[in-house]
């Protein structure tokens, strides 16, 4: 199986902030990944997928990069509503894996 | 717009079967990849498994001996069935759209649409 490790596990930011969450692969992936938000007592919801491309409806300040096996969920000035869990998932091959989460509060 | 709803008996016993449906609005299940994944409470994500139009199913080695997904074409819906359950497979069990392909040619490998969640526990 592929690991991923998501970095930080937790972060404290405050609205106008730009935060950045970084997912490392165990092995080369391509831009296989995809970028997940999480708010408490609902379904996950895709943000970016194939590392960099913005799914239609979410706002302009979520974006994301890669570099090798190191991937970048950067949020570039925080809103109220961005405080939630984020979750990489890597759908380069079965069985897909998913970051730990990185839980973001305010 | 797609919607997905699971349905199935929030209380399940030690070694009985958890049974789970997802039935599909709004789109045909027909040229998508169905998923099904997990995550129990407090912690994080773990893909179950899919399953796509004409029956071929990929599972998670790890629940691989345990789980069997179906679909029926008919009701637009997929199901899991997860044997022999214990403490550990309390969860809230989500169903996804997953792998887009028609023609037979594969993409969009992400989960665009999610059912709300069904928890359930395992519990005598």
């Known amino acids: 199986d592929i690991q991923m490790t998501q970095s930080p596990s937790s972060l404290s930011a405050s609205v106008g902030d730009r935060v950045t969450i970084t997912c490392r692969t165990s092995q080369s992936i391509g831009n296989n990944l995809n970028w997940y938000q999480q708010k408490p007592g609902n ?44 979750y990489c998932q890597q759908a380069y091959n079965t069985p897909y894996t998913f970051g730990q989460g990185t839980n973001l509060e305010i | 717009q797609v919607q997905l709803q699971e349905s199935g008996p929030g209380l399940v016993k030690p070694s009985e079967t958890l049974s789970l449906t997802c039935t599909v609005s709004g789109g045909s299940i027909s040229t998508y990849y169905w998923s099904w994944i997990r995550q129990p409470p407090g912690k994080g994500l773990e893909w179950i498994g899919y399953i796509n139009y004409s029956g071929t199913t990929n599972y998670n080695p790890s629940l691989k001996s345990r789980v069997t997904i179906s679909v029926d074409m008919s009701k637009n819906h997929f199901s899991l069935k997860l044997r022999s359950v214990t403490a550990a497979d309390t969860a809230v069990y989500y169903c996804a ?27 005598s």
């Open chain 1, 43 to 86: 379904a996950p919801k895709l943000l970016i997928y194939v590392a960099s491309s913005l799914r239609s409806g979410v706002p302009s300040r979520f974006s994301g990069s890669r570099s090798g096996t190191d991937f970048t969920l950067t949020i570039s000035s925080l809103q109220p509503e961005d405080f939630a869990t984020y």
């Open chain 2, 97 to 123: 759209r997953d792998v887009y392909c028609p023609n037979s040619i594969c993409r969009d490998y992400y989960f665009d649409y999610w059912g709300q969640g069904a928890l359930v526990t395992v519990s």
